[in-house]
Nanobody, 130 residues
């Protein structure tokens, strides 16, 4: 079965850390640009971070720079999002998506591509609260 599955969400206090995982089955993530997106209650989905399929080209939203790190593990066919110094405004459902043709800049900055991306996961909830 071809799918993306996110995991690692949960409840964390402000200043805490979480690591999200995006595991692929049925295809190799090595050939895909992968992005993490989030959607807070009542808000539109936004890009958080994206990573290219080949050379280590990555992009981050300004709000998460220097706090979040995206990475790949080819052996596990998984992309991670390490989130440090979490803030209440980081709360939301986090989704990963993969696309074979989009470059990092397009995936992370052009919202009109969201509907056409090849694969989306079901999401994992992150709640940052004291």
């Amino acid at each position: 079965q071809v799918q993306l599955v996110e995991s690692g969400g949960g409840l964390v206090q402000p200043g805490g850390s979480l690591r999200l995982s995006c595991a692929a089955s049925g295809f190799s993530l090595d050939y895909f640009t992968v992005g993490w997106f989030r959607q807070a209650p009542g808000k539109e989905r936004e890009a958080v971070s994206c990573i290219s399929s080949s050379d280590p080209n990555m992009a981050y939203a300004e709000s998460v720079k220097d706090r979040f790190t995206i990475s790949r593990d080819s052996a596990k066919n998984t992309v991670y999002l390490q989130m440090n110094n979490l803030k209440p405004e980081d709360t939301g459902v986090y989704y990963c998506a993969a696309d074979y043709t989009l470059i990092v800049e397009a995936m992370c900055k052009l919202t009109h591509y969201y509907a056409s991306m090849d694969y989306w996961g079901e999401g994992t909830l992150v709640t940052v609260s004291s």
